[in-house]
């Protein structure tokens, strides 16, 4: 059997109206800005049965895409993350009492399509100490969020799963939402680095690629938790599906799948040749726009 492996709820939203099946208990909303040229799509989860259907949980998935995301246009990165921090917001709304978030950059630094995480932790206006030492008005803004992060690293360096490390840091800090960041697999090509995916259903570390961990989400660690990931990453068997499904229409696909299918295809992946690249620049906008939603400093 090949079955088709992707993180983005958008993308298995596409797969089951593909297949003709019943949508209820799944809702979609679409917007389009600058012309069509950024696409956001929420779809919702909303009842037990779109849990099977989806194969995800219960939920708020919102998906910005742009085909222009993977393009080094500083104007048009600034502007993604504007849109990136309304969308933000709207996950974690404005309320009287300041709140205060932790931000989790999950990943490999050392392999660079998984190291999206770690390199937007690096980049984030981290507020929190200086918060607790001295107080807002030394950034002359009451609109400042105590922001603090962590880069907890896989459990080939550290002996720990990621969740064992958050659950203690939540337990110590007591921050408010936890935000966590991590590279994601996408089912089409046309989205890789591309497409920026928001959840409030928290993260299975390492599921995209079929290396399932411990689940982070609200009931596991007791505080609300936000995903955000870029898929940096296509599964190679769903690349030669396409093809075959394309080119080789006439013949019959129990054929042609036994002898180009083979069961190594399933542990490998493709990325792309100038990922290093697109992780800088996409590492970048993302912590913009955590900074842009949280860390709203006067300019002077």
């Not at 983005?8 to 019943?22: G, H, T």
């Not at 940096?232 to 054929?255: C, G, H, N, R, W």
């Given at each position: ?16 109206q593909?297949q ?32 099977r ?8 998935y ?14 048009y990165h ?10 933000l ?10 709140r ?6 999950l ?27 001295y ?9 400042i ?7 907890p ?22 921050p408010?939402y ?12 046309k ?22 961990r411990?689940?982070i ?15 940096t ?27 180009l299918?083979s069961p ?26 955590i ?7 006067p300019?002077?």
């Amino acid at each position: 059997m090949f079955e088709v492996r992707t993180d983005l709820a958008v993308e298995e939203n596409e797969r089951i109206q593909k297949q003709n099946a019943s949508m209820r208990g799944i809702s979609v909303d679409e917007e389009k800005f600058e012309n069509g040229n950024i696409r956001v799509t929420t779809v919702r989860i909303e009842t037990e049965n779109a849990v099977r259907m989806m194969g995800k949980p219960k939920g708020t998935y919102i998906t910005l895409e742009s085909p222009e995301l993977a393009e080094e246009t500083d104007d048009y990165h600034r502007m993604i993350s504007e849109k990136l921090a309304e969308l933000l917001r709207r996950l974690i709304p404005e309320e009287k009492k300041e709140r205060s978030i932790l931000v989790a950059g999950l990943g490999n630094r050392s392999v660079t399509p998984d190291a999206l995480g770690p390199r937007v932790a690096d980049q984030l206006c981290i507020t929190r100490h200086i918060l607790k030492e001295y107080g807002s008005f030394v950034y002359g803004s009451d609109d400042i969020r105590s922001v603090s992060a962590i880069v907890p690293g896989v459990m080939a360096q550290t002996g720990m799963e990621t969740r064992e490390i958050l659950s203690g840091i939540v337990r110590q800090v007591k921050p408010d939402y936890l935000i966590v960041i991590d590279a994601l697999a996408a089912r089409s090509l046309k989205r890789l680095c591309r497409t920026i995916q928001l959840s409030d259903t928290g993260i299975s570390p390492g599921s995209g690629v079929g290396n399932h961990r411990h689940s982070i989400t609200e009931k596991t660690l007791g505080i609300p938790v936000i995903a955000v990931g870029i898929p940096t990453v296509v599964e190679a068997a769903t690349i030669i599906q396409d093809f075959m499904s394309e080119y080789l229409k006439d013949m019959p696909a129990e054929e042609y799948r036994p002898r180009l299918l083979s069961p190594q295809l399933n542990q490998m992946f493709v990325t792309s040749k100038d990922i290093d690249a697109q992780i800088r620049q996409l590492s970048y906008t993302v912590s913009e726009g955590i900074n842009r939603a949280f860390c709203r400093i006067p300019q002077s």
